[in-house]
């Protein structure tokens, strides 16, 4: 598996609800991997499986915007790393 993008948004609420997405690539296709949470919880994590670059970036674009992008309850904005990715070769 090879991570081709990673963001991380976080929220503005009392428990400092955090999310965060990984694009990867698979042997077979692409997968969208989700983790989210709180501040002192384990969270939770899902992913979805696309056969195309395409439609795995537009799920992964699509779930930032649909997260940073509301009015009302929890708003999310993209964080930047606090620490560098590095490369394995």
Known sequence: M???RTTRLEATSPKNAWYELELAELL???AVIK???QQAAKGLEDA???RTLESA???Y???INQ???RTTGRQYREVTATKP???LW
């Open 61 to 63: 674009l699509d779930t």
């Open 35 to 37: 983790r989210s949470g």
């Open 85 to 87: 990715q590095l490369d």
């Open 57 to 59: 970036e537009k799920k």
């Open 48 to 50: 979805w499986f696309r």
């Open 67 to 69: 997260k940073t992008s």
């Open 28 to 30: 077979e296709g692409f």
């Open 2 to 4: 090879k991570i081709l």
